[in-house]
């Protein structure tokens, strides 16, 4: 297993088909995705490619920019992507500095949801993710 993996710079297209394939299969609107952030900032390059290997599905998309790790995984909620986050943890034998948002239940669009995800990452670990504005 292995999540794929995509260019950073594509992130918000990222963000916009995984809408738009959650808006044509969930006519509910329940937690469609979460988005997982982790900061891998004190992780060593192979371990983080042996993790990814190992816990993400084949479903699972990953962009990155630097150590900053955006995990979008289709048809999980909250519940489910803090169980991902902890086998990550787990892995790395060290608590992340992570956040989680899901579709639509923090955000409409691409945008909106980039917003709270640069929001909350700022106010609960810290980090500045102003760098997403950029993004297209």
Known sequence: MAGIHFQF?????????NI??????DENR??????LYCDLNEIHDEKVTKALEKILRTS????????????????????????V???FDKFFDKSLNSFLISYPVDGENADELTQVLQ????HFCKNDLSYLDSLK
């Open 9 to 17: 710079e594509d992130f918000k297209q990222l963000l916009r088909l």
């Open 20 to 25: 738009g394939i959650a808006d044509r299969l």
């Open 30 to 35: 329940a937690e469609s995705f979460t988005i």
């Open 60 to 83: 699972d998309t990953i962009a990155n920019n630097k150590t900053d790790f955006f995990f979008v995984l289709p048809y999980t909620d909250k519940y489910g992507a803090d169980i």
């Open 85 to 87: 986050k902890k086998l």
């Open 119 to 122: 929001n909350s990452v700022k």
